[in-house]
């Protein structure tokens, strides 16, 4: 039988343990009232983790990290959370959760410190804030102007100069080599954005009439973790990016950069430190690389003005890893020296293995034109084009085989041909109509086909049994691709649907359209049995970047806007993956267009696009 006594004694010893432990995990009064620096962790309690303090509110620092001050509560700005909210309202809405870093919206910092940083008063500890969710965006406030105060140990020599140096690619740049880096308005909020990537897009904010209002925010919706791509370092307190270039070595046969790439440096030199020094008399500038066999022409620029017209690298021999190349800078002035290192950095993706691939081109006649229909909108330079533009960037290249003819008029199953059972010489046609006193039109397909995949799996089945080559289309071989061209015009959905007039519960009348052109289509590399198959429905448009795009979807990327690793708003970047166009409004309007011209991977899509190959 237990001793009640004993147990008694045991719960006040458990109980005083246990408030014992409680009293060293807090902090005690003076340590809640100690000052708060950049990078602090913060809590949430609907955040899926702790978040970050990122201060951007004053310039003074201790140890190398900023003061945080009030000034640092400007939404997402400053609080930084990974993930998604989980905040109640958003399952009462029937909404799901979206990501912290869209919908952060603060109070005013409560229980402040006492001492005053730059016009402003420091964060403690126990200081806290509150959110209520909403879509939203934010920029830095800035800094308040204080007069500078000079200390006996701040140096004042005009050595001090401070600078920094970033790799560009040049205005005439088309995609002949891979090159990526951080732009400013993927992470802060420089561009208008109208919609979210939702389905259907809503708008990111509304004006007062709930028409969409055109908003700055970040192009990335996941920008901090984009960053991490650029293996980012901190130079004179500014965080740095790297780039990242792809080339060929020269001793490639039929090497495309024989004579290695220009690029463009840009050099950053706005640094309120430098208000106060002059320049130096003599400035060089060194590109440096360990590895031997990267040239760097010139290596030596003897100032910034000379900088300024660029450089030229070139890879002698194959690169079996990432090399970097870092630039730093030598100041003289008279018999005075300083050296600032990694005042930039670049980095050469490994060149050591180019992937190579094979591609069959398959034109689909349905009528006596269609041939030299297809070739003259698909041209005579595909495999240029490919090898010199696109692939080449992932240092992948491609032998197109001569296109092969595939008449859809000759072969038969269940006693139709695919021209007979689709309807497919039927050309589209332009539809108007008329609600009094508008007028709207669109085109509209002629053909019966509604859905994709059985249209696909048809024409894969026919060729397979019919094809010059009888290939084995749908076999796992991430090596070799199929190209199918045919000239018609397509759209998927229900017929009936493609465009009408509609009416709601109060009898007015409204243009109406459910179904989506479809200009070509592809499936990933993973998709199989059909993950080598591209098709192109050529009747209107045929453009390249749309042929780099679908064939990206075969070498394993996903839409920028859709799945993708690092989620970008629709139709504002110049990615491949990208779309030409934003979001249709209506059917009277033209759809917004991307003022971009698509003409990249970025290096993250080229880790992906090499895999299995």
Same mark, same amino acid.
């Given at each position: 039988?237990?001793?009640?006594?004993?147990?008694?004694?045991?719960?006040?010893?458990?109980?005083?343990?246990?408030?014992?432990?409680?009293?060293?995990?807090?902090?005690?009064?003076?340590?809640?009232?100690?000052?708060?620096?950049?990078?602090?962790?913060?809590?949430?309690?609907?955040?899926?983790?702790?978040?970050?303090?990122?201060?951007?509110?004053?310039?003074?620092?201790?140890?190398?990290?900023?003061?945080?001050?009030?000034?640092?509560?400007?939404?997402?700005?400053?609080?930084?959370?990974?993930?998604?909210?989980?905040?109640?309202?958003?399952?009462?809405?029937?909404?799901?959760?979206?990501?912290?870093?869209?919908?952060?919206?603060?109070?005013?910092?409560?229980?402040?410190?006492?001492?005053?940083?730059?016009?402003?008063?420091?964060?403690?500890?126990?200081?806290?804030?509150?959110?209520?969710?909403?879509?939203?965006?934010?920029?830095?406030?800035?800094?308040?102007?204080?007069?500078?105060?000079?200390?006996?140990?701040?140096?004042?020599?005009?050595?001090?100069?401070?600078?920094?140096?970033?790799?560009?690619?040049?205005?005439?740049?088309?995609?002949?080599?891979?090159?990526?880096?951080?732009?400013?308005?993927?992470?802060?909020?420089?561009?208008?954005?109208?919609?979210?990537?939702?389905?259907?897009?809503?708008?990111?904010?509304?004006?007062?009439?709930?028409?969409?209002?055109?908003?700055?925010?970040?192009?990335?919706?996941?920008?901090?973790?984009?960053?991490?791509?650029?293996?980012?370092?901190?130079?004179?307190?500014?965080?740095?990016?790297?780039?990242?270039?792809?080339?060929?070595?020269?001793?490639?046969?039929?090497?495309?950069?024989?004579?290695? !790439?220009? %690029?463009?440096?840009? @050099?950053?030199?706005?640094?309120?430190?430098?208000? =106060? $020094? #002059?320049? +130096?008399?003599?400035?060089?500038?060194?590109?440096?690389?360990?590895?031997?066999?990267?040239?760097?022409?010139?290596?030596?620029?003897?100032?910034?003005?000379?900088?300024?017209?660029?450089?030229?690298?070139?890879?002698?021999?194959?690169?079996?890893?990432?090399?970097?190349?870092?630039?730093?800078?030598?100041?003289?002035?008279?018999?005075?020296?300083?050296?600032?290192?990694?005042?930039?950095?670049?980095?050469?993706?490994?060149?050591?293995?180019?992937?190579?691939?094979?591609?069959?081109?398959?034109?689909?006649?349905?009528?006596?034109?269609?041939?030299?229909?297809?070739?003259?909108?698909?041209?005579?330079?595909?495999? !240029?084009? %490919?090898?010199?533009? @696109?692939?080449?960037?992932?240092?992948?290249?491609? =032998? $197109? #085989?001569? +296109?092969?003819?595939?008449?859809?008029?000759?072969?038969?199953?269940?006693?139709?041909?695919?021209?007979?059972?689709?309807?497919?010489?039927?050309?589209?046609?332009?539809?108007?109509?008329?609600?009094?006193?508008?007028?709207?039109?669109?085109?509209?397909?002629?053909?019966?086909?509604?859905?994709?995949?059985?249209?696909?799996?048809?024409?894969?089945?026919?060729?397979?049994?019919?094809?010059?080559?009888?290939?084995?289309?749908?076999?796992?071989?991430?090596?070799?691709?199929?190209?199918?061209?045919?000239?018609?015009?397509?759209?998927?959905?229900?017929?009936?649907?493609?465009?009408?007039?509609?009416?709601?519960?109060?009898?007015?009348?409204?243009?109406?359209?459910?179904?989506?052109?479809?200009?070509?289509?592809?499936?990933?590399?993973?998709?199989?049995?059909?993950?080598?198959?591209?098709?192109?429905?050529?009747?209107?448009?045929?453009?390249?970047?749309?042929?780099?795009?679908?064939?990206?979807?075969?070498?394993?990327?996903?839409?920028?806007?859709?799945?993708?690793?690092?989620?970008?708003?629709?139709?504002?970047?110049?990615?491949?993956?990208?779309?030409?166009?934003?979001?249709?409004?209506?059917?009277?309007?033209?759809?917004?267009?991307?003022?971009?011209?698509?003409?990249?991977?970025?290096?993250?899509?080229?880790?992906?696009?090499?895999?299995?190959?």
């Amino acid at each position: 039988m237990e001793d009640q006594n004993t147990s008694a004694h045991d719960q006040k010893l458990s109980e005083k343990r246990a408030e014992k432990q409680k009293k060293a995990n807090e902090d005690s009064p003076s340590e809640k009232r100690e000052m708060v620096m950049h990078g602090a962790k913060l809590k949430c309690p609907y955040a899926q983790a702790p978040g970050k303090l990122k201060v951007t509110s004053n310039e003074i620092n201790l140890q190398d990290k900023l003061f945080a001050t009030k000034g640092d509560g400007n939404n997402m700005v400053n609080l930084q959370f990974k993930g998604t909210c989980g905040h109640p309202k958003w399952p009462a809405k029937n909404m799901p959760p979206p990501p912290c870093m869209n919908v952060i919206k603060l109070s005013p910092w409560q229980n402040l410190g006492t001492s005053i940083v730059q016009e402003q008063t420091v964060l403690v500890k126990e200081s806290f804030i509150t959110c209520d969710p909403v879509a939203n965006v934010a920029v830095a406030k800035p800094i308040p102007k204080v007069e500078r105060i000079l200390t006996p140990e701040e140096p004042k020599t005009e050595i001090d100069y401070k600078f920094l140096v970033n790799f560009r690619r040049g205005n005439s740049y088309k995609g002949e080599y891979g090159f990526d880096w951080l732009r400013k308005e993927y992470v802060e909020p420089l561009e208008k954005v109208l919609y979210n990537n939702s389905n259907p897009p809503t708008p990111i904010r509304t004006k007062p009439n709930g028409k969409a209002e055109a908003t700055k925010t970040p192009l990335c919706e996941n920008f901090e973790e984009l960053k991490t791509q650029y293996r980012p370092f901190a130079r004179f307190q500014k965080d740095y990016y790297c780039t990242w270039l792809s080339i060929f070595p020269i001793d490639y046969p039929n090497s495309p950069h024989i004579n290695g !790439v220009k %690029l463009d440096i840009e @050099v950053f030199e706005d640094f309120k430190e430098n208000e =106060k $020094v #002059k320049k +130096p008399s003599e400035i060089e500038i060194h590109f440096e690389c360990e590895n031997a066999d990267v040239e760097i022409t010139p290596k030596i620029a003897k100032s910034i003005k000379e900088a300024k017209k660029g450089i030229i690298i070139k890879c002698k021999k194959a690169l079996s890893q990432e090399t970097a190349i870092i630039v730093k800078a030598v100041l003289k002035d008279g018999d005075k020296q300083k050296t600032n290192e990694q005042i930039g950095k670049l980095f050469i993706y490994a060149n050591n293995e180019i992937k190579n691939i094979d591609i069959t081109i398959v034109d689909c006649l349905i009528d006596d034109d269609s041939s030299k229909v297809l070739k003259r909108k698909r041209g005579s330079d595909l495999e !240029v084009y %490919l090898n010199s533009k @696109v692939l080449n960037q992932a240092l992948i290249q491609c =032998k $197109v #085989k001569a +296109p092969e003819d595939f008449d859809l008029r000759l072969y038969k199953e269940n006693g139709k041909t695919l021209v007979e059972k689709y309807s497919l010489e039927k050309a589209s046609v332009m539809k108007e109509l008329e609600i009094s006193p508008k007028k709207a039109s669109t085109r509209v397909a002629g053909n019966d086909i509604e859905n994709l995949e059985i249209f696909r799996d048809d024409l894969m089945s026919l060729y397979e049994k019919n094809g010059t080559n009888k290939n084995p289309v749908r076999n796992k071989n991430d090596k070799n691709k199929f190209m199918f061209f045919t000239n018609i015009f397509v759209q998927m959905g229900k017929k009936e649907e493609r465009f009408f007039i509609t009416k709601d519960p109060a009898g007015n009348e409204s243009f109406s359209i459910k179904v989506i052109n479809v200009d070509a289509f592809a499936y990933f590399k993973t998709a199989q049995p059909v993950g080598n198959i591209v098709v192109f429905f050529t009747e209107q448009t045929l453009d390249n970047p749309t042929i780099a795009h679908e064939f990206g979807h075969n070498l394993g990327l996903w839409h920028l806007f859709d799945n993708s690793p690092y989620r970008f708003y629709k139709g504002h970047t110049d990615n491949f993956m990208d779309y030409s166009e934003r979001v249709r409004i209506d059917v009277e309007d033209s759809t917004d267009k991307n003022r971009n011209k698509r003409l990249a991977y970025y290096k993250w899509q080229w880790d992906e696009m090499r895999k299995g190959i």
